[in-house]
Structure formats: C-alpha cells, structure tokens
C-alpha cells in the first residue's frame, strides 16, 4: 500500500508545482518583451 499512498500523494503535489512554476515562466518570459516594447 506504501507505493500507492505515494502515488496517491504525489499527484497533488505536482499540480501546484505546475500552477506556480508556469505563471513563474511566464513572468520571466513576458518581463523583457515588456521592456523591449
């Protein structure tokens, strides 16, 4: 059951990982296009 229980866990931890590490990327990417404008 140990390794299902990770599985189980591991998924919610990835899909805020994934909300807070795009906005992140974008922020990155879209901060020097808005100074270059």
Known sequence: RSST???ISTA???LPRLE???????QQFQSPALVEA
Do not use: D, E, K
Request: avoid cysteine; glycine fraction near 8%.
């Open 5 to 7: 229980q990770h599985s």
């Open 12 to 14: 919610p931890v990835l």
């Open 20 to 26: 807070i590490g795009v906005p992140r990327w974008a």
